[in-house]
């Protein structure tokens, strides 16, 4: 724990490194450094002392834990009244900016089913093929908040409407994740939970809007617990019963300070355990080379379609030049909910632990890419800022 918090925080505040890399993305890179790979093939004896099974046991369970928490937060925070308020423009953004990178990433799934090392033990050619696909279009709504924060946009129109954008984009994504975690074999049981959570679901809400408002924290608490056991009973994974748990649950329920500071809490205390257990998994068996390449063509075509999707949707509602650019460079911010995908890709064995690396790597460099190229982009453009449509 000593090494989780100490190590990030002195090179993010020392070396000054806010705005081309957040706090969250440099814990990320030290837990790679500290994974097996790097700390690991430098220092076996001395990885092997500060890592063992039970000191991995015991940080893996609070990383559940907070990213459980965190992707709930995400989901409580969705608001699909507003992107149903501005649907025509909300959908053909949406819909483009997730759509095209996806075939993008797809592209280069393909291309890596032809190399051994890549693809799970567990997974169909469609499952990783989509899996990866998925990877290159997620934008990661948490991350993406506190880079508007940063940026001052976050309560302005333009803030809101990119945020309408990711809040879409994110009930795709894990719908997707349900679809390549499907499993034939107990179709029933997952079916059968699906059924049981929306019944749960309207007796749940109905249940919140009558009890005093410092009960529903805790309550909140115990819904999330046993909607991600059900979803991981059923075959498809608690961080899909975590999303779910939170999608329908209202914002307006919970005071928004205060859900604000949780999110922040978690990310202060408790997400950091989360990055250096995703650092752990990090392989570099294939060789260093062959994943960085892989990692390059997964960035060219994350960042790449993502682009071209918001100009495409920019031409069909007339946005002003350079409009699509900065809303593609932030929406192709990755990070946190693209680890917590692939996370769950690896865990059912769709990837291999290379893959697992190279999408890690796409993450980080694609979320450190976002302030830079936006910042200055912003400021030849204020007038974006106030703009509702």
Known sequence: ????????WLIWRLGRTDYWAPLVVVQIIVGIVLGPGMLGRAYPEYYQFIFNPAVIGALNGIAWWAVMLFVMIAGIELDLAKAWQHRRESAVTASLALGVPMVAGSVVGIALLGYAGWVGSKALPWQFVLGVGMSCAVTALPILVLLLEKLEILRQPIGQRILRYASIDDIAIWGVLALILLDWERVGRQVGFLLAFGIATILYRRLMVRIPHADRWYVALIWLA??????????????VGAFLAGVVMDAAWFDQSKMD??????????????????????????????????AAA??????????IGTHIAGKVLGWEPGEAGII?????????IMIIFANVLLDKQIITAATFTALLLMAVASTMLTVPVVYPRLNR?????????
């Open 226 to 239: 046993a909607c991600a056991f059900g979803a991981d009973w059923s075959g498809l994974h608690y961080m």
């Open 298 to 307: 997964l960035l060219v075509a994350s960042i790449g379609g993502k682009l």
């Open 328 to 336: 593609g460079w932030l929406l192709q911010t990755k990070a946190l």
């Open 261 to 294: 500071m949780l999110r922040n809490h978690v990310l202060i205390v408790l997400m950091p355990v989360f990055f250096l257990s995703t650092g752990l998994r990090t392989s570099w068996e294939l060789g260093g080379a062959a994943v960085f390449v892989a």
């Open 1 to 8: 724990m000593l090494l989780i918090f100490s190590i990030p």
């Open 381 to 389: 453009m204020r007038q974006l800022i106030f703009r509702t449509t």
